[in-house]
C-alpha cells in the first residue's frame, strides 16, 4: 500500500518556503525575464476567466457572482506555481530570508524589479492578443462591459484605498502561495491556494499583477468600443498600479517576517 504523504508542519514549511523564494532571487536573468512574462500572462489568464464569469452573472447576487469570479480567477496562481513561473507579489516573501540573513536585500530588490516589469510585459502583451481575439464582443458585448465595469471600479479608487487594499490582497495571495508549497501533489497544492485567491478577488481587492492585465485590457476595451468619453487613462492605470505595488510589497513582508521571527529568527 502506497505511503500517504505527509504534509510539513508550519517551522518546516518555513524553511522551505524562504528556501525557494531565495533562490529565485539567484535566477539567471534570462531565465527571470521568460519566468515574469509567463507569470503576467499567467495571471491575465486568470483575470480574463473572471471577466468572462462576472460577465454572466448579471441575475445572480453581489456575493455570489463575486465569489464565482474568485474560483475562476484561482487558475492563475495555480498556473503560476503548478507550471511555473515568477509572479512579484508571490516573490515578496523575499523579505523572510532576508530577516533571516539568507539573502541580500540587493539581490532580492533586484530580482523583484526584473520580475515586476516582466510580468508588466507579459500582461500587456496579453491584453492586445485577447482584443485582437475580440473575446469582448461575447455575449452581445457583455465580455467587454465587465471589462469596462471592473476597471472603472478599479481607477475610482483612491491612493491610500488602493494601497490598503493591496496589503489584504497580497496577505491572501502570499498565504496561498505558502499553503500550495505545503502540497506535495497537483491536487494538494491547488487545494491549498484555491480559497485565499477566491477570497481576494471576493472582496474587490487590489493585485497588482492582476491590475496589469485588467486595466490595460479595459482601456483598449473603451477604445475600440463605443464609449461615449474616455474614462480609463493611462495616469489612471499608473496611479492604481503604483499604491498597489507599494501595498502588495507591505502585504506580503507581513506575512513573510510573522513567520520569519518564529521560525526562522537568529
Known amino acids: 500500500m502506497a505511503e500517504v504523504s505527509k504534509l510539513p508542519e508550519p517551522p518546516d514549511l518555513t524553511t522551505k518556503v524562504f528556501a525557494e523564494v531565495a533562490d529565485k532571487a539567484k535566477l539567471p536573468l534570462g531565465s527571470m525575464i521568460v519566468l515574469g512574462v509567463l507569470a503576467g500572462v499567467y495571471v491575465g489568464l486568470g483575470g480574463l476567466f473572471a471577466i468572462i464569469a462576472l460577465a454572466g452573472a448579471d441575475g445572480l447576487p453581489f456575493g455570489v457572482a463575486q465569489v464565482l469570479a474568485g474560483v475562476v480567477f484561482s487558475l492563475g496562481l495555480a498556473l503560476v506555481l503548478i507550471a511555473g513561473a515568477e509572479l512579484f507579489t508571490g516573490n515578496t516573501l523575499m523579505t523572510g530570508p532576508i530577516y533571516a540573513k539568507d539573502l541580500a536585500m540587493r539581490a532580492a530588490a533586484r530580482a523583484l524589479l526584473i520580475v515586476w516589469l516582466a510580468n508588466l ?55 496561498a502561495v505558502w499553503m500550495a508549497l505545503g502540497g506535495q501533489t497537483v491536487t494538494q497544492k491547488f487545494v491549498g491556494l484555491l480559497l485565499p485567491i477566491a477570497a481576494f478577488v471576493a472582496a474587490g481587492l487590489e493585485h497588482s499583477v492582476a491590475n496589469m492585465y485588467l486595466l490595460p485590457y479595459a482601456y483598449l476595451v473603451q477604445m475600440v468600443t463605443d464609449v461615449s468619453a474616455a474614462q480609463i487613462s493611462f495616469f489612471g492605470i499608473v496611479a492604481n498600479l503604483v499604491p498597489a505595488t507599494i501595498g502588495n510589497l507591505i502585504g506580503g513582508a507581513l506575512v513573510a517576517l510573522a513567520y520569519a521571527h518564529v521560525y526562522a529568527k537568529r
Open 121 to 175: 510585459a507579459g500582461s500587456l502583451l496579453l491584453a492586445v492578443v485577447v482584443i485582437g481575439a475580440g473575446v469582448h464582443e461575447a455575449g452581445e458585448g457583455a465580455v467587454g462591459r465587465a471589462a469596462l465595469d471592473l476597471g472603472l471600479t478599479k481607477v475610482g479608487k483612491s491612493f491610500g484605498t488602493v494601497i490598503a487594499s493591496g496589503i489584504l490582497a497580497n496577505i491572501l495571495v502570499c498565504l
